[in-house]
């Protein structure tokens, strides 16, 4: 193993460690279970790897796709968490996100798997590719999406939010220019992603192990009230809505 891949490799198990020694010296791990289970899922994913690679070296190929299929499921639930600690205080809002960013989450996992079964390899390699191409890039946009909702709102992130968020957007961000690129930026593009990809993940560890320090929990904004109180009007048309068509339907269905 290369200097700089040992490096990077040992960098990130020393700080996934330190955040899941921090979690349970502070009780972080009971705000954010989801996340401290991918934390150490990655920490175990590393450490089966190294041992696969050098004593199994066979089994390395089904090894690595079938952890880094099970690392973009975690991810996926890690946003799903960071919706539910942002939105906690808006429970209709919160609601109807979760909804709408699984139903994407369903739809982008359907057109991967599909587009998937048209290569012979479709079972291993290319099938988790295209699938932690699709979910990866869903969570960035559903990161935005949310990021993009708090500055509208005026809602303030919490310090430990605040890092989780910073720091998996940085990680995602990463990995999505990866997949856009890697096929089409040549051999030196490739080595160089090869180091900065992974690299993103150390600084994303070295974020949260800076925000996550201590607990900070999510404070509820005065002003935000309002993009619930729209959500409930909303709600409420869409209600009355559906009870007029529902009512129009039943005196058609009666002639």
Known sequence: MRMLD???WSGSIV???ILLYRAFRTRLRSYYPVFYIYIFFVLTQSVLRLFIYHYQSRFYPYT???TEFLGVALGCAVVFEIYRV???SYPGTARMARRLLALIFVGA???AIADATNDTGWWAEVTTMDIERAMRTVQALGIAALAALFLVYSIPFARNLKGILLGYG???GASVMWFTFAQSGGERFRYFWS???PAS???ALCLWVVYLWSPALQPVSSAAVRMEEQYQQIASRTRRRLADARGYLAKVMDR
Request: aromatic fraction near 24%; proline fraction near 0%; avoid cysteine.
């Open 15 to 17: 700080l996934e460690a």
């Open 86 to 88: 942002a939105l906690g």
């Open 170 to 172: 940085l990680f995602i």
């Open 201 to 203: 993940y150390d600084v």
């Open 64 to 66: 690595y796709w079938l």
């Open 109 to 111: 996992l359907a057109k």
């Open 195 to 197: 180091y900065l990809n």
């Open 6 to 8: 040992y490096s990077i």
